[in-house]
T-cell receptor
Framework: SQTIHQWPATLVQPVGSPLSLECTVE??????LYWYRQAAGRGLQLLFY??????ISSEVPQNLSASRPQDRQFILSSKKLLLSDSGFYLC????????????FGSGTRLTVV | TQLLEQSPQFLSIQEGENLTVYCNSS?????LQWYRQEPGEGPVLLVT?????EVKKLKRLTFQFGDARKDSSLHITAAQPGDTGLYLC???????????FGQGTTLQVKP
């Protein structure tokens, strides 16, 4: 089974500072990888997804970017954070069999102050 | 753009009561997945349904997929405090690999 490591768990950053959130996956190869953002108590908004190394699809225009330098590594970045970037960020992986569902990391709570 | 609507948005009940939450899509589901999320954690998959009219049971949870594959319900029998959480429905496309979520139903079960 897949395991997703996501860090840090909590992050407080000033407006205008850079951001780097990292996600690594164990237990599978060549997964689809995803970054979601979640407002408190609400559904998940898909930000980026990747079907392979160096392949990134953006779902919404925003202040964030994503990169996939290795097969099981997915990074979410920003050059300058905005207050509106605050939220709960989740990394997810989908293995070969889509009906097995997605495996999620435990998330990063980002507060921009 | 597909929209998933979940109702109710919030539900607070006493332990032992039964409840049903709903998920409706603006278009036919590719595949429907239900997840449960606890505060500060990522969602965890409960079930995947694909076939219209399909019914799946997971202990006290019963999942039903509408015949037209545009709606689904989750019924919990004799709810327990451990059932507390955010219940999310999602549509997954096997082609694109994208998973689109509803806004969720927050369930609170009081002891």
């Amino acid at each position: 089974s897949q395991t997703i490591h996501q860090w840090p768990a909590t992050l407080v950053q000033p407006v205008g500072s850079p951001l780097s959130l990292e996600c690594t996956v164990e237990g599978t190869s060549n997964p689809n990888l995803y970054w979601y953002r979640q407002a408190a108590g609400r559904g998940l908004q898909l930000l980026f997804y990747s079907v392979g190394i160096g392949q990134i699809s953006s779902e919404v225009p925003q202040n964030l970017s994503a990169s996939r330098p290795q097969d099981r590594q997915f990074i979410l970045s920003s050059k300058k954070l905005l207050l509106s970037d605050s939220g709960f960020y989740l990394c997810a992986s989908r293995g070969r069999y889509w009906d097995y569902g997605y495996t999620f990391g435990s998330g990063t709570r980002l507060t921009v102050v | 753009t597909q929209l998933l609507e979940q109702s109710p948005q919030f539900l607070s009940i006493q332990e032992g009561e039964n409840l049903t939450v709903y998920c409706n899509s603006s278009s036919v589901f590719s595949s429907l997945q239900w997840y449960r999320q606890e505060p500060g954690e990522g969602p965890v998959l409960l079930v995947t349904v694909v076939t219209g009219g399909e019914v799946k049971k997971l202990k006290r949870l019963t999942f039903q997929f509408g015949d037209a594959r545009k709606d689904s319900s989750l019924h919990i029998t004799a709810a327990q405090p451990g059932d507390t959480g955010l219940y999310l429905c999602a549509d997954g496309s096997s082609n694109t690999g994208k998973l689109i979520f509803g806004q969720g139903t927050t369930l609170q079960v009081k002891p």
